[in-house]
């Protein structure tokens, strides 16, 4: 198996007698686009500076390529690409300069003007740091992370306060730089972000992991999912009930319409199917109705997101 891109044990992080990451254990694959999934407050950024070194684990230990992201910040540094939520840029730097400086300090850096155009930023090139709006800085903190190539990418909450379009500049290039064979760690606390991108997500809640897989794993795994039907009223559910096993519940909510709640999987669907075939019955439509990764959420946590 390949070296994971990041690999964090056991972490532990405390502020005085608030513990912001409380044995916080991930690994993100290579190539893959990972969110960090969580409310505020959850740890997402102690941890992803930690990772990128601005922190010291105090237990636990976190490995960036294969690197101590501390001990080896320079063999590191040209490697990684860090999009601050603070942004990082001199107040007093024009947006442009900032970003061709930043270029320059890289052997191979991306076109810095298919970048500004890609992010949307020919018009505020002339504008220093400190006068741009929030979301102009989003934008050129998150063209500094990438002009450089990274192999490897942090973008804490890259989309907070953007408008729809600059969001979704930002969705297309993330895409883009997967398909080059970038990993991107994403912190976000917007679901459909974590929808859209990921091919990976972790739900962190009170500094600890506490569902990680794929957008699809994390909707389906132990989901109560539901079977809407329509056919002739008056089946036998409870005979069923007893097919499909697997505490699914069946129910005739009004007549002739069906609903199965349970753990829903292909070879439910077919058990049902294969049922209704035995006793003749014709099914008018059905529909399968799955969690969302919010209602996974609101599972997990008893809380929503926001
Ligand atoms: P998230 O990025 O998920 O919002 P953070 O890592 O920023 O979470 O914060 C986790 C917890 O640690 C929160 O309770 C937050 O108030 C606290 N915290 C974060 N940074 C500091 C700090 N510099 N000093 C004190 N407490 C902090």
Redesign the pocket.
């Known amino acids: 198996m390949n070296q994971p891109a990041v690999e964090v044990v056991d972490l532990v992080m405390r502020?005085?007698s608030?513990t912001?990451?409380d044995g916080l254990s991930l690994t993100i694959e290579p190539g893959t686009v990972t969110s960090i999934l969580?409310?505020?407050?959850?740890?997402?950024?102690?941890?992803i500076e930690t990772c990128e070194g601005f922190r010291e684990p105090q237990a636990g230990s976190v490995r960036v390529l294969g690197l101590d992201p501390r001990a080896d910040a320079r063999e590191l540094r040209p490697r990684v690409g860090v999009m601050l939520q603070s942004g990082g840029a001199w107040s007093g730097a024009r947006a442009h300069e900032m970003l061709r400086h930043i270029a320059s300090l890289h052997a191979h850096p991306l076109p810095v003007d298919l970048l500004i155009e890609r992010l949307g930023m020919q018009h505020f090139g002339r504008t220093p740091y400190r006068r741009l709006s929030g979301g102009q800085q989003q934008r050129l903190s998150l063209a500094m992370a990438v002009v450089g190539r990274p192999e490897l990418l942090f973008l804490?909450e890259p989309t907070a306060g953007l408008d729809p379009a600059a969001r979704h500049a930002t969705w297309d290039l993330i895409k883009e730089l997967r398909g080059q064979g970038v990993t991107t760690v994403l912190?976000t606390?917007y679901m459909d972000e974590a929808e859209a991108l990921s091919d990976c997500v972790h739900i962190?809640d009170h500094?600890r992991v506490i569902a990680s897989g794929t957008v699809e794993e994390l909707a389906l795994t132990g989901a109560q999912n539901t079977i809407r039907f329509v056919a002739r009223s008056g089946l036998d559910v409870e005979s069923l009930t007893l097919v499909l096993g697997r505490a699914t519940l069946v129910e005739e909510i009004t007549a002739g319409s069906y609903v199965v709640t349970g753990d829903v999987d292909p070879a439910l669907l077919a058990a049902l199917m294969s049922w209704c075939a035995d006793q003749q019955v014709l099914i008018d439509s059905v529909m399968v109705e799955r969690q969302t990764l919010e209602d996974r959420f609101l599972d997990l946590t008893g809380r929503q997101l926001r």
Do not use: C, F, M, R
Request: net charge neutral.
């Open positions: 502020y005085g608030t912001a990451v969580g409310p505020n407050g959850a740890g997402k950024t102690t941890t804490d912190s606390h962190v500094g």
